[in-house]
């Protein structure tokens, strides 16, 4: 039992590099620094100044512009006297209707549902690890949130929007809405999330599936001595 | 570098692919669950090389089709006209918006194609055991990993022009069924450079200098 909480104090420390393998041992980071992999170059730590409370903040703010986002209309378009306006979810319908509903859901996923389920699932994960230790289910929420993030393409969308704006500019007259401003907020709040975000903050506060409980962050150093005794 | 780095594997131990969590597997041939949380272990990414092929050689097939059917239907008047994905951007550059028509060329038509030459150039090179550079190959890799996302750019400027297009009887734009190939190359390459494990290539490399020594 002693021999296996010494080898968990020392997990903490050496990492393998999940690009390339590399067995290294973490430096003590400033808040704000950096660790790369000594080999690949990946990143394997980043300490930020906020770890927690600035994500949900940020979060907080993206789960408000989501909304605006999805319900005011992207663009209108106006042509010899008639009017039309697209909002994102009008556009996957506008497709489907049109008989291209795989695509239809493709369209959906990439740029409502994979936001919507990052966004909604981070939430949960940092509101629930402001109690540690955090129950199981925080890890398999964060694992599926940090799943939609290659799926999830705001900024693909508004390039697209321009595009399609362009486009129709030929032959109508076309408008930007307000939902495309917040898409626009969109682009910016992802980033800004994923940088201020460290995910092994939350897996330090989470409840081990073996039973273990973590160390509380404060009380380290205890723990530590703890486990050399 | 001359002496064979010590990866987690040589040394006998496995990191989480969830959580990162570097732990002492079970038994060499089942490394069993992660004690933190709970996901399944494993050295490498099950299956690897295989599931990569496999998407590979689908989207191949389907990058075909997503270039030759047309995209989009633009009926106007009683004239219909399609347009096919290399139209829509001889569209974009004879209207004069030339750095558009030049950032979907490459968003639609280049970088699918060289996300499916670059995966295939990576897998061969893990199969034969070529180490050949590790560090190009890994930056290779991530270029293919971070770029995939724009290609989808193409789908979403369908969707809204046929979304805000529709002025019936006078004008309206109907999809074509090139979009939905289209749309699955782009799913289809994401997937596989997510089932690609990078860590295969420093094996690949690391297996080579071991023969050698």
Redesign the interface.
């Given at each position: 039992m002693r021999n296996s909480k010494s080898e968990q104090a020392t997990s903490l420390e050496t990492v393998a590099c999940p690009e390339c393998d590399l067995l290294q041992q973490l430096p003590e980071l400033p808040p704000g620094g950096k660790a790369r992999c000594a080999r690949c170059q990946h990143t394997l730590a980043i300490r930020g100044t906020d770890p927690l409370d600035r994500p949900l903040a940020l979060t907080l703010a993206a789960a408000i512009v989501l909304i605006v986002a999805n319900t005011a209309p992207l663009m209108g378009l106006s042509a010899v006297g008639r009017q039309a306006s697209t909002t994102i979810l009008g556009g996957a319908y506008q497709m489907w209707v049109q008989g291209q509903e795989i695509t239809a859901l493709i369209v959906a996923f990439c740029s409502v549902i994979a936001p919507a389920v990052y966004i909604l699932f981070m939430l949960a994960v940092l509101l629930a690890v402001r109690r540690p230790p955090a129950p199981q289910w925080v890890g398999e929420l964060l694992r599926w949130g940090n799943s939609m993030l290659p799926w999830s393409m705001s900024e693909v969308m508004i390039l697209g929007i321009l595009v399609a704006l362009i486009k129709i500019a030929e032959l109508a007259t076309v408008e930007p809405g307000i939902g495309m401003y917040a898409v626009g907020g969109l682009v910016v709040l992802f980033p800004a999330i994923m940088v201020s975000f460290d995910s092994q903050e939350v897996w330090k506060r989470v409840k081990w599936a073996d039973g273990r409980v973590p160390p509380l962050p404060g009380a380290r150093e205890e723990g530590g001595a703890e486990a050399g005794r | 570098?001359t002496a064979i780095?010590?990866?987690?594997?040589r040394?006998g131990?496995?990191?989480c692919?969830?959580?990162?969590?570097?732990?002492?597997p079970a038994s060499a041939a089942e490394p069993g669950?992660?004690?933190?949380?709970?996901?399944e272990l494993a050295w490498r990414r099950h299956g690897s090389i295989q599931t990569t092929w496999a998407l590979v050689v689908a989207a191949a097939i389907c990058y075909i089709p997503a270039n030759v059917l047309p995209v989009l239907t633009t009926n106007?008047l009683g004239s219909s006209d399609s347009d096919t994905i290399i139209g829509?951007v001889v569209?974009?550059y004879t209207?004069g918006?030339w750095p558009?028509a030049l950032?979907?060329l490459i968003a639609s038509v280049m970088v699918p194609l060289g996300k499916l030459v670059a995966l295939a150039y990576l897998l061969i090179g893990v199969q034969r055991g070529r180490g050949g550079n590790?560090?190009e190959r890994?930056r290779l890799y991530r270029m293919v990993?971070f770029v995939?996302?724009?290609s989808?750019?193409?789908?979403?400027?369908?969707?809204?022009?046929?979304?805000?297009?529709?002025?019936q009887p006078?004008?309206s734009v109907?999809?074509g069924a090139g979009?939905?190939f289209f749309?699955a190359v782009v799913?289809l390459t994401?997937i596989a450079a997510?089932s690609f494990d990078?860590?295969l290539?420093?094996?690949a490399a690391a297996s080579r200098e071991g023969q050698h020594a």
């Open positions: - | 570098m780095a010590l990866t987690a594997a040394a131990l496995v990191s692919e969830t959580c990162d969590l570097l732990s002492r669950y992660c004690p933190r949380c709970g996901a106007a829509g569209f974009l209207s918006s558009l950032i979907v590790s560090h890994t990993e995939g996302r724009w989808m750019l193409d789908v979403f400027v369908d969707t809204f022009t046929v979304a805000l297009v529709q002025l006078l004008m109907e999809p979009v939905l749309a799913v994401m997510e990078p860590r290539v420093w094996d």
